[in-house]
Each structure stands twice: as C-alpha cells, then as structure tokens.
C-alpha cells in the first residue's frame, strides 16, 4: 500500500456511488430534503397502523353538532373539515396519493423518456427528428391544458391522473437523456469500447447509458415535485383524484371557500405539498452536484 | 510469405459542408508480425485516420472509406460483414488511444475494463476475466494489481491510465497493436517508461505495432519502418535506418532538421518548416507540399509526383527523388544555410 495517490487519503471510499453519496452528505439542504421525503414516506407506510385509530378514519364524516370545522385540538391536530373528518388523517393519507402519483407519473415518464431519448442520440438522423418534433409539438401545448385535455378523454380518476402526467412528462426526459447521450458518445471510451469489438447495443447499454445517466436521475427527482404539484393542481380543478379520496390538491380545493373561517383546512395541505415539492427540488438539486465529476473534490 | 497486414492505396474522404477532405489519399504499407512500423506526420496529416480506417472506425455516414483494400493475413477488411470486423476488434486488432485520461471509462473499475474484452472474445466469466485483468495488471507494472484493478480511473494517475490502456489492448493478445500518438498527452519523463513498456510487450507477446506518432525521436529507436505522411499522403515510406539516415523527401528532411538535438551546437537555434499544412479540402495542385518546399520546382506545382522507389523497400513520392544531381544541389545548399531561403 505504498503508492497511493494523495486523492485516496481523503476518499476512502471506492466507488462513484460512494463518492456521490459522501458529496451528497456534506449538502445540509439535500439533506434536509431527503430526511423529510424519508420522514413523509414513512408516515404514509405507516399510517394505516395507529392514523385511523388515533385520530380517525380520513373518510369517516362525523355529523354531530361541533365536530364539524373544529379547530385544531389535541384530539384532532390540524382540526377537521367541514364533514367532520380529520384532517390531519387526511393529510397522511393525501400524502399516499401525492407520493404514488409522483413516483408513477415519472416512471412512466422515465420508461418512455429514456427509449426514444436512447434511439434519438444514438442512432441521430431520421429516429431522432421524428422523436425530437414530436416533443416539440407536446411542448408546443400549453402543460396544464393538456393535461385536463388528456384527462377529458381519459375520465377523471386517480389512475388516469398518473398516466396522463406520465404521458405529458417524456419529452423533457427525452430531451435531456439524448443531449446527455449526444454527450458521452463522443467520449473517446465510447471508441475505445468499439476499438474493442463491442457492439452497438453494448456500447449504449453498457458504455454510454450509465455515464449519461446522472442528468436524468437529477431531473427526475425533481420531476416528482412536478407531478406531485400538477396532481394538486389537477385535483384542485376537479380534473384530478375523486372525492372522497384524500388528495391535498381536493383539500384546498375543498376549502377556499373557508380559507378565512378555517384556516387550517387550507393551512396544512399548504403546507404539505410545498414542503414535499421542496424537498425533492432540493434532493434533484443536491444530486446533480454530488453525481457531477467534475466537482471531484 | 504474405504479410500479417498489408494496405494498398488506401483512400478515406469525409464529406463536410465546405467540400470533401481527403484525410487519408492513397496510402500503402506493409506490416509483417514482430515488427513496428512508425506512421509520422504533423497534426492534420492523416495519421489517426488511417489507423482508424484499418479498424474500420471511421465515423459514418460522413466518413468513408472510398477506395483501396486492407488485407488482414490476406482477408480485405474493408470486405467483411461487421460482425466479423467486430470480433476481430480487440481480439486480433487492438488500439491504444492517444489520451489515457479520457479512453478509459469512468463508471467502470479498471479490471473490469480491461477484462471487458476477454468477456467479448474469449467467453471468459466475469471472474475468470477479472483475474486475467489482474495479471494483466501486473505484467504493465502496476504495483499492488489486486487492489488496483478494483479502482476507478479517476484513481489512477495518467502514467498508470495509459499502462492499464496497454493491458486492456494487450487482454487477448493480438497480432496488431495500434497506438495512437500513446504517449502525447503524457509528461516526458513517464513517456520513455511507456514506450519502453511497449517494447517489452512485443518482445513478450510477439505483436506488430503500429506507432502513430508527430513526434520523429520517439520512434528513432524502436521502428523498424517509418511512413512519412503529409496531407494525407504518404510522403516517403522505409526503413527506419533508411528514413533517417538517408531520406530522399524535402518533407522528411525539413521534419528531422526542425527536431531539437543537442549533437550539434548552434545556439539552440531551431529550424521549423515554415508555412501551414494545407487545408485538405484544397490540397495545393501538384505536390501537396510544394508551397513549403525550399526546393520547389514549376513541376512540383502542376504534377502530382508519384511514389518513387529509391530502393527496394523505400518510396519517396517527390519528383527528384531518382535524380541524383538534385540531391547533391541540395547537400551543396543546405552546407550554406543561407542558401537554402533563395534556392
């Protein structure tokens, strides 16, 4: 062990993942971020062992006299809504469909994104004008319009919201996954990769695609704020999730017309959504310095 | 016998906006197993195309390979399917690449990357191939190979990327080992270690090399041919001996009179051949080097002047070298330097 360079006194760690997750550690925002996220998904795992029975049902309406728009106590945290119901229980589980339609829409988004992101850097010419005016014509529409266009035809329901934000977000993938790729392939490994015999679906999947990776990884964390959002905005027009399913969008929705009289109502999905939409913006943000190499300490 | 690789007017033309570039017109040579050939020239010669149209590289659509043939053990390359070029890439035909820094991949542990190509032909396992890279290691020089084959390359320094380069073309021990200009982006002082290296690999493994390379003292002492190339033409082409003790070119002498030595003491006054190399997409009429040459006649300017042998093994592709006046003209100027500006 003696000829070490000096760049490994500092790094004890030996992998790429390892350098960006010790990178991503020294970001007090990145990890606040990410401790949030942890923090939201743990709650909304484990909301259906002590929310409902602590607090009550998110869906049960309670008609008795006072238990409607009640201010936040310690029996009802963040109050209860004008039928009754909880809405801190509302909020955790809002929180299910919040995180479900993020992580689904941009799934969805990812696994067209990343194909003809793929097929249009690598191959160029014909495949990549048809992919690249195609989404120049999903750009060309202005986001929320076609979304609510979408979920017209589609019907509004809680699965259609994802697919119609999945299907809206791939050309932003795309678009970043191939001038990532346009990037790489002219890296000299990517010739030295051909030099060694390799074929061309090695050298994509195997050469270039885990070194143009790192963009999309960044912009799709973000883009889980972004669904998460669009969702609220979607379910907050009626176009979204149905009632009486929780959703923190429906909440506001719900309660603008009592935004004064019960403050909470409008408070805590409020609050809800900006933090989670934060903290993913922050995550995207904190990944794409400690993924970029060039920032190697 | 027939030569291991042997290349016959050669020709590769790329098709750019302003016109066509003949970066590569007309090129032959012959490789036999064992040897080193030199390819020299300046930057913009054609030296890294040729290589790169040998391994059949050349970036399509825009560039292509328009005319000649490249036997490999009397196979035309440039006549396979891809599939048979492609096994024998890495296999039977590996190259180095110029910058250590940029060809190795940097998501991937060295070990890996240089048993990538015994995974590809050998149908090594993983492991089998990562212990071979671990040798391989070894072989290169590298201290403590078991524990550097698990680093990056960022791990490495660019001595150590350019040896690990050497052991990934090395893997499956092939008949040719290109290098493109390996050492150029290298301090001098790890530059003599890896050229060094490189010989005792062939000794080791009995491999060609092709040596490209814009820098003439490097391949003083290890090439036994060396092709002068200019413009993307072969300028002189034979043996190392005959290249530079006895070269016909006034390109090749304008080459050797610009390298620094410290034999002869002259202030340390350098002699650069004065001019640009020409654009390749208007290469001058005539001679391509003409418009620099000292010794330029009105023929030079209208005749393209065709590969001359001067002896068995040696071609000089300018219109004088055959004549023996005009080289003993030139030895009576060039014993006058001031001479050679007005000749």
């Keep these: 062990m003696t000829l070490r360079d000096p760049g490994n006194v500092t790094a004890p760690s030996r992998t790429l993942w390892g350098d960006a997750w010790r990178r991503l550690r020294k970001n007090k925002f990145a990890i606040a971020g990410l401790v949030w996220i942890v923090f939201i998904v743990a709650m909304t795992l484990s909301a259906d062992l002590w929310v409902p029975a602590t607090f009550g049902d998110p869906l049960a309406i309670n008609t008795a006299p006072g238990a409607s728009l009640a201010p936040p106590s310690l029996e009802h945290p963040f109050g209860t809504d004008k039928l009754g119901r909880d809405v801190f229980s509302r909020v955790v589980y809002g929180a299910r469909v919040s995180l479900t339609v993020g992580v689904l829409a941009v799934s969805i988004s990812l696994a067209i994104g990343l194909l003809l992101g793929s097929l249009s850097g690598y191959y160029g010419k014909f495949i990549d004008t048809i992919v690249m005016r195609s989404a120049d014509v999903f750009f060309a529409f202005p986001y929320i319009l076609f979304a609510i266009a979408l979920i017209a035809v589609l019907g509004p329901s809680y699965r259609n919201v994802f697919i119609a934000i999945g299907i809206l977000g791939w050309p932003s993938i795309a678009r970043v996954f191939r001038s990532s790729i346009l990037s790489v392939k002219e890296n000299e490994y990517v010739d030295a990769a051909r030099a060694m015999g390799a074929s061309d679906l090695r050298i994509m999947v195997r050469h270039i695609m885990p070194n143009a990776i790192a963009p999309i990884i960044v912009y799709g964390t973000m883009s889980v704020g972004g669904a998460i959002i669009t969702e609220a905005a979607l379910s907050f027009l009626g176009m979204g999730v149905q009632p009486p399913t929780p959703s923190w969008g429906l909440m506001l929705s719900d309660a603008k017309s009592l935004m004064f009289a019960a403050p909470w109502l409008t408070i805590w999905p409020g609050f809800a959504i900006l933090t989670t939409v934060l903290s993913f913006v922050l995550m995207g943000d904190g990944l794409r310095d400690a993924l970029d190499v060039k920032m190697k300490d | ?343």
């Design chain 2, 1 to 343: 016998m027939s030569a291991l690789l042997e290349v016959n007017g050669l020709a590769t033309h790329f098709t750019t906006r302003d016109g066509v570039v003949k970066a590569v017109d007309g090129v032959s040579f012959r490789l036999d197993a064992g040897k080193t050939l030199a390819v020299v020239g300046e930057s913009g010669s054609g030296k890294s195309v040729t290589a790169l149209s040998i391994m059949r590289l050349v970036a399509k659509p825009r560039g292509n390979i328009v005319a000649g043939e490249v036997l490999f053990k009397g196979d035309d390359l440039l006549k396979m399917d891809d599939a048979r070029v492609r096994d024998l890439r890495g296999d039977r035909i590996a190259m180095i690449f110029q910058d250590p820094m940029t060809s190795l991949n940097p998501v991937f542990r060295v070990g890996r990357q240089i048993g990538e190509s015994l995974m590809l032909h050998k149908g090594m396992s993983r492991k089998e191939a990562f212990e071979r890279a671990i040798e391989l290691l070894d072989m290169v020089g590298i201290p403590n190979p078991r524990d550097r084959a698990r680093d990056y390359p960022h791990q490495f320094s660019g001595g150590m990327r350019q040896r690990a380069m050497i052991a990934m073309a090395l893997a499956c021990d092939p008949d040719i080992l290109i290098a493109d200009e390996p050492t150029t982006a290298l301090d001098v002082t790890i530059q003599a270690q890896i050229l060094e290296l490189m010989m005792e690999m062939q000794a080791r493994t009995g491999a060609a090399i092709i040596m490209i390379t814009h820098d003439l003292g490097v391949v003083a002492d290890l090439a036994d041919d060396v092709m002068v190339m200019y413009a993307g033409k072969q300028v002189e082409y034979g043996p190392s001996d005959a290249i530079f003790y006895d070269p016909f070119h006034p390109y090749t002498w304008g080459l050797l009179d610009s390298l620094p030595r410290h034999d002869v003491d002259e202030k340390g006054v350098l002699h650069p051949i004065t001019g640009q190399p020409p654009s390749l997409i208007n290469v001058p009429p005539g001679c391509a080097f003409h418009p620099r040459c000292p010794f330029a006649q009105e023929v030079c300017e209208t005749d393209v002047p065709p590969a001359l042998a001067v002896t068995d093994a040696h071609v000089s592709a300018c219109h004088f070298s055959t004549d023996p006046e005009f080289r003993r003209g030139v030895a009576v100027a060039c014993a006058v330097p001031e001479g050679v500006e007005s000749a």
